[in-house]
């Protein structure tokens, strides 16, 4: 079976599986139309606990990582997500508290080779990361070289520890349906404990078709994490009943306190 066949069978198998578009569209809508009318939709505070709290701007100072860190003790985020430059320093303001630091690996366009993906994780993970966020090689994905994709993936999850939780970036505005299909069948094969949409650097962030699409294919168990343009309580609401079970974001503050957020992520 050639490429194409491939990546034909898979979307066939997936998208019967969701259904029509009209059918998706009802499946998007219910879940959350549902939680609403029973009044069971995760409040504000509950939300905080699926959020990455996240600041990966390259002008980014020391008094910006601290006013992270407070944020994410303050409001209760799940974790913090920074470049791995600045792991080191968020760990150490964070030691001893339940907060998780977050690094990304190979941000934010993944064109670095394998090798060194797999240093800068060792690296990342030696400074205090808890959580490697990292991005795929696009090119080689569209390419059809589907080896190198997959052990580019393998490359950083061998540099991790046995409890290091590893995100898989497919940067989702840049592929085909087939195309996240199997970046996301290739990340659960490789061992990848999360599928994430996008760095929130590209054309494009999470959108809850994209969400329902990657829960699909990952099934129920794997995590799947919704990132880029999030910046409202109610489009993180959205993407926890597509089936996201993690929220990245730099709007953070303003999705848990229920205002319009204007942080850029």
Request: aromatic letters at 6%.
């Amino acid at each position: 079976m050639d490429q194409e066949q491939l990546i034909e069978r898979i979307v066939a198998e997936v998208m019967a599986k969701i259904g029509t578009q009209a059918q998706v569209a009802a499946a998007i809508k219910a879940p959350l139309a549902g939680m609403v009318a029973a009044r069971s939709q995760p409040s504000p505070a509950e939300v905080a606990r699926y959020i990455d709290h996240t600041l990966l701007r390259p002008e980014a100072v020391a008094a910006a990582y601290d006013q992270l860190c407070d944020e994410a003790l303050k409001y209760g985020f799940y974790s913090v997500c920074v470049n791995s430059t600045r792991v080191a320093y968020v760990a150490r303001k964070l030691q001893g508290t339940e907060v998780k630091v977050c690094s990304v690996v190979g941000f934010p366009h993944g064109n670095m080779t394998s090798r060194t993906k797999a240093f800068e994780t060792r690296e990342a993970v030696a400074d205090g990361a808890e959580e490697i966020d990292m991005v795929i090689n696009v090119g080689w994905l569209k390419a059809g070289d589907l080896k190198a994709f997959e052990e580019d993936i393998r490359a950083v999850r061998r540099a991790t520890r046995p409890n290091t939780v590893l995100k898989v970036i497919i940067e989702t505005s840049l592929l085909t349906q087939g195309e996240k299909v199997l970046a996301c069948e290739i990340s659960q094969k490789s061992g990848a404990d999360f599928v994430k949409t996008s760095t929130g650097f590209s054309s494009g962030g999470a959108t809850v078709e994209d969400i329902t699409l990657m829960r699909e294919v990952v099934g129920p168990v794997m995590g799947v994490k919704a990132s880029g343009g999030i910046k409202t309580y109610k489009a993180a609401l959205a993407m926890i009943a597509a089936g996201a079970t993690r929220i990245g974001c730099g709007s953070s503050v303003a999705v848990v306190t229920d205002k319009e957020g204007t942080a850029a992520y």
